[in-house]
């Protein structure tokens, strides 16, 4: 279609399901960072990269609540916690258990990724409270094989399963950017819109690493930086194929001018992660945010968690 004409669509679309004007905010805080066993080809936290990311341990549940009143404070509605594992083991289950129940008595919707979940461990985190639950499919399932060897694209299928049967909304998207064709635009899309639609989708501009194989191949080339109408398609799409869900700006907002957020706003993306770090990737901060949602004449949307477990449990 014509962009002017798709954007149009897609705002219409939005206007239909959404509050107009209204961005959720989240803060994704990093609860474990780097060490990570996969080899995604386009993470930092990674064994297989040479990013200069050091491998930490889990973090003290004390501190990651600090950090969660802190974004509270910052107008956050959700937290995200974020861990660089394949999957989680069962002896860290019990903190993060803590951690999901000390977000939610904050009355902030709460959300986790940590790699692969079994069906034992979703539960865990359902009967904990967790809100959300971020795994992303990445690309299309015909590129997956090309940015990543050490897990399939149905391995990610089964863990969203796994989430959904538990009763945790899911979160799920990825990444523009990583040298695909607009084919693979269309197939990542495509998968998204026909599994049970997620209840957040970001999109990720890649943001090319040194030391990762994705960063290194893509440095000086003019696929290092996805163009901006193509990124908006992108939202565009997804807000029309998929109605109901938030449609997030996540990683690499950074380098994106306020115009082309401001298309985003317009395709239907209505939710943003806020805060100056992404995992360990740079992001725009909470000043630089508030200055050009007030620009646009946008505003915070209020949180609405907790009532997925209950209408689950009924």
Not at 68 to 75: C, F, P, R, S, V
């Amino acid at each position: 279609m014509p962009f002017m004409d798709l954007v149009y669509e897609a705002q219409t679309v939005h206007r239909a399901h959404h509050p107009r004007n209204e961005v959720q905010l989240s803060t994704l805080l990093s609860i474990k960072t780097g060490g990570c066993p996969e080899d995604c080809g386009y993470c930092s936290q990674s064994v297989e990269a040479d990013s200069g990311v050091k491998a930490t341990k889990l973090m003290d549940v004390r501190a990651v609540l600090q950090a969660a009143a802190q974004a509270k404070d910052n107008g956050s509605g959700r937290f995200c916690m974020g861990a660089a594992w394949r999957n989680p083991k069962e002896r860290d289950m019990p903190a993060l258990v803590e951690m999901i129940q000390g977000v939610r008595q904050m009355g902030m919707e709460t959300c986790m990724t940590l790699g692969m979940l079994s069906e034992g461990q979703a539960r865990q985190l359902a009967n904990a409270g967790l809100d959300y639950y971020n795994h992303n499919i990445d690309t299309a399932p015909e590129n997956y094989a090309n940015i990543i060897s050490t897990r399939t694209f149905e391995d990610r299928i089964e863990t969203l399963e796994n989430v959904r049967a538990a009763g945790i909304n899911v979160c799920c998207g990825g990444i523009v950017g990583l040298g695909e064709t607009r084919e693979d635009r269309i197939g990542f899309i495509h998968a998204l819109s026909t599994m049970p639609h997620p209840e957040s989708v970001p999109i990720n501009a890649l943001v090319p690493v040194k030391g990762t194989v994705l960063g290194d191949m893509l440095a000086d080339t003019p696929l290092a930086k996805i163009d901006e109408i193509e990124f908006v398609r992108t939202v565009a799409v997804a807000r029309i194929t998929m109605p109901a869900s938030m449609v997030r700006l996540s990683a690499g907002r950074e380098s994106m001018s306020e115009s082309c957020q401001a298309l985003c706003f317009m395709a239907g993306a209505n939710s943003i992660f806020t805060g100056d770090k992404l995992l360990t990737a740079p992001n725009s901060g909470d000043d630089k945010d508030a200055a050009m949602l007030g620009k646009l004449g946008i505003r915070a949307m209020p949180a609405a968690p907790h009532g997925h477990l209950e209408e689950a449990a009924e």
